[in-house]
C-alpha cells in the first residue's frame, strides 16, 4: 500500500486485510499463481488447487474481487495521468 499511495498520493486505497486465518493451510505461494492468473481464479481453479470447500473458495474469491477492483482502480487513475508522467 506505501507503493501505490507513493506513486498516487491522492488516490485514497484502502487494501483489504489479509486472508482469513481458516485459509492459512493452503500453499499459496506453492501454487507460484501470477498475477494474471490470481486474478482469473474461479471455483474451477481453486478446485484444480484442492480448495474444496465452498466456504474457502467463497473467502479466496471474496479477496479476488477486492483485489481486481484494487487494479480496476489504479488502471483507471494511472490512464487519466498526463502523457509526459513519467517521463
Known amino acids: 500500500q506505501k507503493v501505490l499511495n507513493l506513486c498516487f498520493p491522492e488516490l485514497s486505497l484502502t487494501l483489504p486485510p489479509g486472508l482469513d486465518d481458516s485459509l492459512q493451510d493452503y500453499p499459496f505461494e506453492d501454487w507460484q499463481?501470477?498475477?494474471k492468473k490470481l486474478l482469473?481464479?474461479?471455483p474451477q481453479s481453486l478446485e484444480a488447487l484442492a480448495v474444496r470447500s465452498l466456504g474457502h473458495?467463497?473467502?479466496i474469491l471474496g479477496g479476488v474481487e477486492q483485489l481486481q477492483a484494487l487494479v480496476s482502480e489504479c488502471w483507471s487513475h494511472w490512464l487519466q495521468l498526463?502523457?509526459?508522467?513519467g517521463v
Request: aromatic content about 8%; some cysteine.
Open 82 to 85: 498526463p502523457p509526459t508522467w
Open 40 to 42: 482469473q481464479l474461479c
Open 33 to 35: 499463481l501470477p498475477g
Open 57 to 59: 473458495q467463497e473467502l
